[in-house]
């Protein structure tokens, strides 16, 4: 039988404390997760973006690997309101977390971004997203989660959203800003279905955890770095609301 994606991600977490603590039982020195994993890179910004100085409130859906990092960045972007974790690109039937671990519903992990568009626009939260969100070469994969659950993928609420995003993927294929090419889709008119309660705010809620401390801890830690500008150390949570 093919495990579903909690059961690979939990042998996943177990199998790294597992070795983690072995290492430190041999007293051997654990390197700093920060150091191990990939870095962000800067990118430039996009050429074409969208203003809305008269709006107060707007939506972004990204979807890059496991919803539990995406949703920690965001929640520590300036000028965003929520980030919520979900599912989009499937039916509403199966906008659940065993049904999309299988990897065949449609769906993507995704992350539904409420922003404020006098303080961050769309297109500085896409240069976060390509930055350290996730990294937009891996195709139906993102580090240990693999499966179309796990693309990349940008979800525009509208065709002005769709126009920036693609302009965005074609410049930075362009000035060739990764060593290979950008597989981030673009899936327009799919319904944000929020995920359960216990996904929520998860990085914040588990930073001891070897799989968030592993691979979503260091994203916070590149988008201080990063985009120190845009940096909040207080993350807005879900369940503060």
Same mark, same amino acid.
């Given at each position: 039988? /093919?495990?579903?994606?909690?059961?690979?991600?939990?042998?996943?977490?177990?199998?790294?404390?597992?070795?983690?603590?072995? !290492?430190?039982? *041999?007293?051997?020195?654990?390197?700093?997760?920060?150091?191990?994993?990939?870095?962000? +890179?800067?990118?430039?910004?996009? &050429?074409?973006?969208? =203003?809305?100085?008269?709006?107060?409130?707007?939506? !972004?859906?990204? *979807?890059?690997?496991?919803?539990?990092?995406?949703?920690?960045?965001?929640? =520590?972007? /300036?000028?965003?309101?929520?980030?919520?974790?979900?599912?989009?690109?499937?039916?509403?039937?199966? *906008?659940?977390?065993?049904?999309?671990?299988?990897?065949?519903?449609?769906? &993507?992990?995704?992350? #539904?971004?409420?922003?404020?568009?006098?303080?961050?626009?769309?297109?500085?939260?896409?240069?976060?997203?390509?930055?350290?969100? =996730?990294?937009?070469?891996?195709?139906? +994969?993102?580090?240990?989660?693999?499966?179309?659950?796990? #693309?990349?993928?940008?979800?525009?609420?509208?065709?002005?959203?769709?126009?920036?995003?693609?302009?965005?993927? !074609?410049? $930075?294929?362009?000035?060739?800003?990764?060593?290979?090419?950008?597989?981030?889709?673009?899936?327009?008119?799919?319904?944000?279905?929020?995920?359960?309660?216990?996904?929520?705010?998860? $990085?914040? $809620? =588990?930073?001891?955890?070897?799989?968030?401390?592993?691979?979503?801890?260091?994203?916070? *830690?590149?988008?201080?770095?990063?985009?120190?500008?845009?940096? #909040?150390?207080?993350?807005?949570?879900?369940?503060?609301?």
């Amino acid at each position: 039988m /093919t495990p579903n994606t909690s059961m690979v991600r939990g042998w996943v977490i177990g199998l790294v404390g597992a070795a983690l603590a072995a !290492a430190v039982a *041999a007293a051997v020195p654990v390197p700093d997760p920060v150091a191990r994993a990939e870095k962000g +890179r800067v990118v430039p910004a996009p &050429a074409t973006d969208l =203003h809305l100085d008269d709006a107060t409130s707007q939506v !972004a859906v990204f *979807a890059g690997g496991c919803f539990w990092g995406v949703q920690g960045v965001y929640q =520590h972007v /300036t000028g965003v309101a929520s980030a919520v974790s979900g599912y989009a690109g499937g039916g509403k039937g199966s *906008a659940h977390y065993d049904s999309v671990g299988r990897g065949d519903s449609g769906h &993507a992990e995704a992350v #539904r971004i409420t922003y404020d568009p006098r303080q961050i626009s769309y297109g500085a939260l896409l240069q976060i997203f390509f930055s350290v969100a =996730h990294d937009p070469t891996q195709l139906n +994969r993102q580090g240990p989660d693999v499966g179309p659950q796990y #693309r990349s993928t940008i979800f525009p609420a509208d065709a002005r959203q769709a126009e920036v995003a693609k302009a965005y993927i !074609a410049q $930075l294929n362009a000035a060739r800003a990764f060593d290979a090419p950008i597989v981030t889709t673009i899936e327009p008119d799919r319904p944000f279905y929020q995920a359960e309660d216990y996904h929520q705010d998860y $990085l914040t $809620l =588990h930073p001891e955890e070897p799989y968030i401390a592993i691979n979503d801890l260091p994203k916070i *830690a590149e988008l201080k770095r990063l985009f120190p500008s845009r940096y #909040r150390a207080a993350p807005v949570l879900v369940r503060s609301r």
